[in-house]
């Protein structure tokens, strides 16, 4: 006979904390719950939601008595067993505590999940005693006898709404409930069909073919740019959403692709629910609620949007697979494209990854036939994808202290004059990013980063871009004071803009940064301005590459096609190619044909050379080539470990003992510690360890059994397990 109770009465539940295992709760009586129910329950003095989760294999006996009791069942459809998978498949992966990823699924208000009663206005029978001109048109206005929200009653009559409240008072106006605003309206999938190119239709067709066949296979649509990606894999969205089920749409800066969300609703008549960080505290709850009883069909959503409780994913698009922007560098260190793969498997859904200039980790997937390749080889109106020109900075340079070579300028005048508009590329924010002391050589640098301070005249601040930091820009050096000696060196955005105005100054400039006062609202708002040409000259930070269609785009200029190479990161000439890549492909994208420079001062660079020629497949050759010599991903397995801390003795000493109590292993080879090239960021020293093995071994398993046997962070040491890292710095 057990001590104790039966086990029933007790679960286990997962709490989005940093803690490695779920937590025993006690099942009140006349509850029932099961794995993947939503609960809230008491831990401390708070409440909080968890996750039901499955028994361990060998459960402790506890006594029910001792524990804390569930305090209620969150109204939500529970999370399918696919989605506990997909939480303990990452947390297992990228070395974190499942209550982590957990919190990754359940991040939304909760008090905002829980929409309140919606009421409006109706005209009874009644008429008022007291007749004034504004009350009699809201009764004109209501004469249709349809209800409408009392805001809108109101603006439909011109009255401000102490006039409804107060016929709603006087039995004129009754009020109703409204039905609850859904979620998300249902697309419909024959709204308007386009004709597809031969070679669309025939990727369109297999994906149809793979959204019926309810399974996981993994595909690239490899399309040159403006050969109509997008209208393809909708054919498959529509397919999904004929049969009932659900498609995830992951975008690398959804904040920015109001254009995506307005060519959605033209093909399928309504706009898909949004997931992003812009999104409404009350818009999330009620999308993730519509996601969870399926009554929202298409998400289009960033990285996080992965993490939804979709009740049945029939199909994941990873949209521009190649962006940066899909790694999460914080918290939980997940890569969402191969996440989603992982998401799809688990799910037995379809995955379609999306790229004029693939990963190299997708090119080589896609090269061994673990994903098919389905290539769109031409633009979809017809013209050519621009070709890149160089222009040797070391021959045919702009005179000091300009930036726009000169045959660069005459090409951007010819285009203006014809009707066409100009992009100017720089991947640098603010007016200047180094300032410098002309007297005693001073460099300006963050207090708190290994960083040089950025100028932004707009804002008349120097700013630090690892931490924010800003301040005024001085009247004298900080060093030497000696008065006006701070000279701007090397430009950004700004100061590129200022060189337009000068050389152009009809032409009508924008400067488009992530920076831009006014935040997204406005951003967009100005690409529609692009679009619609009421720009001729855009000067532009990585902002523009990404996947923007501007019609009357002819020239692109690249102001500095080398700034990325200098690094010594092993994937600095992949994204160097990528953006240019696509940088050049806004052009020319409707009846013009475009033309595109690139100011550089190593135009035999192989990357150069290869966007030249016009040459992807060359790129990939080599650049797989060195990888695989190099060994290098996708042909070995990396994790990178960051120590950091305020004490630099400290974290280096913690990074040292960490090193030194790897596990031995013939598989893996563990680097450094070394100092790490961004040494200080918002006053913590960083140092960093690099573990290396082969593609086949289990890296994550690895790292899990050294961090058990590692010395704990004490104080406000910190340890960051980056697997499969993207940045280097
Ligand atoms: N079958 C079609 N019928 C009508 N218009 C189409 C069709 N296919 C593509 N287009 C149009 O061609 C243009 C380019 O297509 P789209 O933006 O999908 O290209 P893309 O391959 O996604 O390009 P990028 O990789 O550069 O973002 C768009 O204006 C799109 O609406
Ligand atoms: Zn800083």
């Known amino acids: 006979m057990s001590l104790f109770p039966p086990r029933e009465s ?154 409804v409240d107060g016929l709603v008072d006087d039995g004129v106006l009754e009020t109703v409930v409204l039905p609850p605003e859904p979620a998300a309206e249902r697309p419909d999938p024959d709204h308007s069909a386009p004709e597809l190119l031969p070679a669309q239709r025939d990727a369109a067709d297999r994906l149809v073919e793979a959204v019926k066949a309810r399974a996981f296979r993994p595909y690239l649509i490899d399309g040159v740019t403006g050969s109509g990606k997008t209208e393809t894999y909708f054919e498959a969205v529509a397919e999904t959403i004929r049969q009932g089920r659900q498609v995830l749409i992951l975008m690398p800066e959804i904040a920015l692709t109001q254009a995506f969300l307005d060519r959605f609703a033209r093909r399928f008549g309504v706009k898909p629910a949004e997931w992003h960080s812009a999104v409404g505290t009350k818009r999330r709850g009620r999308v993730f609620k519509g996601v969870s009883s399926g009554e929202v069909s298409v998400v289009a959503g960033a990285r996080s949007a992965l993490f939804l409780p979709f009740r049945d994913l029939g199909l994941v698009i990873v949209d521009e697979e190649h962006d940066s922007a899909y790694k999460q560098e914080d918290g939980v260190h997940y890569h969402a494209r191969d996440m989603a793969v992982v998401r799809a498997r688990l799910e037995e859904a379809p995955v379609v990854l999306v790229s004029a200039t693939p990963s190299i980790e997708t090119e080589v997937n896609a090269r061994r036939g673990r994903y098919s390749r389905l290539h769109l080889p031409e633009r979809f109106a017809g013209t050519k994808v621009p070709r890149l020109e160089p222009i040797d900075l070391r021959k045919e340079g702009p005179p000091r202290g300009q930036w726009i070579a000169p045959r660069l300028a005459a090409e951007m005048e010819r285009t203006i004059e014809a009707g ?152 600095a000439a992949e994204r160097t190619f990528q953006l240019l890549h696509q940088v050049a492909g806004r ?49 070995a397995r990396f994790c990178a470990l960051i120590v950091s801390g305020t004490d630099a003795h400290a974290a280096q000493a913690h990074a040292r003992a960490l090193a030194a109590c790897s596990p031995l292993s013939n598989e893996v080879r563990v680097l450094g510690p070394a100092e790490a090239p961004l040494a200080l960021v918002r006053g913590r020293h960083r140092y960093r360890l690099l573990a290396r093995s082969d593609r086949g071994f289990d890296l994550s398993n690895y790292v899990r059994a050294w961090m058990a046997g590692a010395p704990r962070a004490t104080g406000n040491l910190r340890v960051e397990i980056d697997i499969d890292p993207q940045s280097f710095l």
């Open 587 to 635: 052009a020319g994208r409707h009846e013009k044909e475009g033309r595109a420079f690139l100011q550089t001062y190593m135009p035999e660079h192989p990357v150069m050379q290869a966007l030249v020629a016009g040459d992807r497949d060359a790129f990939y050759d080599r650049e797989i080539g060195v990888r695989e010599e190099a060994h290098l991903p996708p042909f």
């Open 420 to 571: 066409g508009q100009a992009l100017l590329f720089l991947n640098r924010r603010g007016y200047a990013p180094l300032t410098l002391c002309r007297a005693c050589g001073h460099r300006i640098r963050c207090p708190s980063c290994s960083s040089w301070l950025v100028e932004h005249r707009f804002r008349r601040r120097l700013e630090c871009h690892q931490c924010g930091y800003a301040t005024p820009v001085p009247n004298e050096c900080p060093n030497c004071h000696e008065p006006n000696s701070l000279i701007p060196c090397g430009p950004g955005v700004e100061r590129l803009h200022e060189e337009v105005a000068k050389l152009m100054p009809n032409a009508r400039l924008q400067v488009l940064s992530s920076d831009l006062a006014g935040g997204v609202e406005r951003l967009r708002a100005e690409l529609k301005a692009i679009e619609d040409g009421a720009v001729d000259v855009i000067v532009g930070t990585q902002l523009v590459a990404k996947g923007h269609n501007f019609p009357g785009l002819a020239l692109v200029g690249v102001i500095d096609a080398d700034v990325g190479l200098g690094h010594g990161d092993p994937r």
């Open 10 to 163: 007790v679960v286990d539940v997962l709490l989005p904390v940093a803690v490695g295992s779920a937590y025993s709760y006690r099942v009140p009586e006349g509850m029932e719950v099961a794995p993947g129910d939503i609960v809230v329950v008491p831990l401390g003095p708070r409440m909080m939601l968890g996750c039901v989760w499955p028994p361990a294999e060998n459960p402790k006996p506890v006594d029910p008595a001792k524990l804390k009791p569930i305090h209620r069942k969150y109204d939500v459809a529970s999370l399918s067993p696919a989605m506990l998978a997909f939480i303990r498949w990452i947390a297992d992966y990228t070395v974190t505590p499942p209550g982590m990823v957990l919190r990754l699924a359940l991040r939304h208000d909760e008090s905002a999940g829980i929409s309140r009663e919606r009421t409006g206005v109706r005209l009874t029978d009644q008429r008022p005693q007291r007749r004034t001109a504004a009350r009699e048109r809201v009764i004109e206005a209501l004469a249709d006898g349809f209800v409408r929200s009392k805001t809108d009653a109101a603006r439909e009559a011109g009255v401000s709404p102490s006039v």
